[in-house]
């Protein structure tokens, strides 16, 4: 892999890092491409056809779900800072670059979520990036001290839901029977119409697609009110690792050690009990929202500094598979852009429309395709381009000018 500019400019191993989050949320996001939406949630919406997938859905669960998002938000919150600092030392205006960076991720990710997928995570980084701009000068205490809060502020609205579902199941009034419902449509088991209606739309042609995803381009935005709060947490959590040195090397392997140990044996002991809980409850929609929904967000804080720390261990040795990460990393937008083109043309009416007709567990061997095509094009890709295809639109729109992509060539001139 060549890197054209100097190796001081980059951080490898943040890339590194970002790299097994880019992959890592294909291990989530592959069930918005390819079962019903409830099926995230719950096994049994769609996609259960014997023990494979149900132990597909608990290595999910305690490995991958909410913890990649939050450490691609860790990364995000990092990488801001390191842009802001950037263009504070070469004299330019920190928060003009800041803000048109943030603008065009949001447009891009509008053209994601309006021409693709709606499970679109750009938009709601650009808006929840641009508050993180403002506690760019704050100590590593106060980052932590407001992530926390943030955190628990997350926690309280999740746990709000999951106490209305409570309080419907004991109120008699058509409002909670409607209510209850909802809740079994969108945690337990939905209305056999409705699994239909969704099937059907996203087995059929491009225009329904297309209609459908306008329509919740409102939704996704809520979205970005709705878990805000967590999102700004790591990325205060990233831009602390930064300031504190985790990221930049400072940190002794021990210290990295003990973080990992305690934040993923904590997190990890934490999520096989409620996942051992919510199986001897049968995983019903109650037993979803309250395991799944309302009572993570504690757990995976603690486990997300301690993947982070795990992985800063790994590449610390070095070798060609943590430069192929590394790469992954650098490319990390045009690996998430290009995972959701690949996927929805697998799944999608418009592509092989495979839609539905995949257990949970065998949807895993595209994931792994995904990830290994990934390790291969992105270090063959930077040897012979500054930038990934969509970092580089990106960066030129940012800039409001066309940036050279290619490397230049080290073979001499005849």
């Given amino acids: 892999m060549t890197d054209p500019r100097p190796a001081a400019d980059r951080i490898v191993t943040l890339d590194v890092v970002r790299g097994v989050a880019v992959m890592g949320i294909l291990f989530v996001n592959i069930l ?22 149900l132990w597909t859905y608990a ?21 801001l800072l390191l842009v802001v600092d950037r263009a504070e030392a070469s004299g330019a205006d920190p928060a003009a670059v800041h803000y048109r960076r943030m603008a065009w991720l949001f447009f891009l990710g509008l053209a994601h979520a309006t021409l693709l997928w709606t499970g ?18 704050s ?23 999951a106490l209305s579902f409570v309080a419907m199941q004991s ?7 409607q209510g209850l419902r909802d809740f079994e449509n969108g945690f337990g088991i939905p209305a056999p119409a409705l699994l239909a209606q969704e099937i059907a739309l996203f087995r059929g042609g491009y225009a329904g697609i297309l209609q459908h995803n306008a329509a919740e381009l409102a939704t996704t935005l809520y979205n970005t009110v709705f878990i805000g709060f967590e999102t700004l947490a790591y990325m205060l959590f990233g831009m602390a690792a930064l300031r504190s040195g985790m990221l930049t090397g400072a940190w002794s392997r021990v210290r990295l050690r003990r973080w990992a140990v305690i934040g993923i044996a904590m997190g990890g002991t934490g999520y096989a009990l409620l996942l051992a809980w919510m199986l001897g409850q049968g995983l019903d929609a109650r037993t979803v929202i309250l395991g799944a929904f309302a009572f993570p967000p504690p757990l995976r ?4 500094p301690g993947y982070a720390a795990a992985i800063l261990l790994i590449a610390g040795g070095g070798g060609a598979i943590v430069a192929r990460f590394a790469a992954v990393g650098r490319m990390a937008l045009s690996n998430y852009l290009a995972s959701s083109i690949v996927m929805c043309f697998v799944f999608y009416g418009w ?19 995904m990830c290994a095509g990934m390790l291969a094009w992105s270090p063959w890709w930077l040897a012979r381009y500054r930038y990934g295809p969509f970092e580089w639109l990106w960066r030129s729109l940012a800039r409001w000018q066309r940036q050279t992509l290619r490397v230049p060539s080290s073979r001499p001139k005849r």
């Fill in 59 to 79: 290595a999910t669960m305690i490995a991958f779900d909410g913890k990649m998002r939050g450490l691609f938000s860790f990364l995000f919150g990092a990488s």
């Fill in 171 to 177: 109120a008699d009034t058509p409002a909670a029977a």
């Fill in 139 to 161: 100590s590593v205490r106060r980052m932590v001290a407001c992530g926390v809060a943030l955190a628990a502020i997350e926690w309280l609205l999740l746990g709000a839901i």
């Fill in 351 to 369: 592509g092989l429309g495979q839609f539905g007709m995949w257990s949970r567990a065998t949807l895993y061997l595209p994931v792994i395709a």
């Fill in 301 to 304: 804080a603690v486990m997300i």
């Fill in 32 to 53: 918005g491409f390819a079962l019903p939406d409830t099926a995230r949630f719950s096994p049994y919406a769609w996609g259960l056809e014997g023990p494979a997938d």
């Fill in 120 to 137: 679109d995570i750009l938009m709601h980084y650009a808006l929840v990036g641009s508050v993180a701009y403002g506690f760019r000068h």
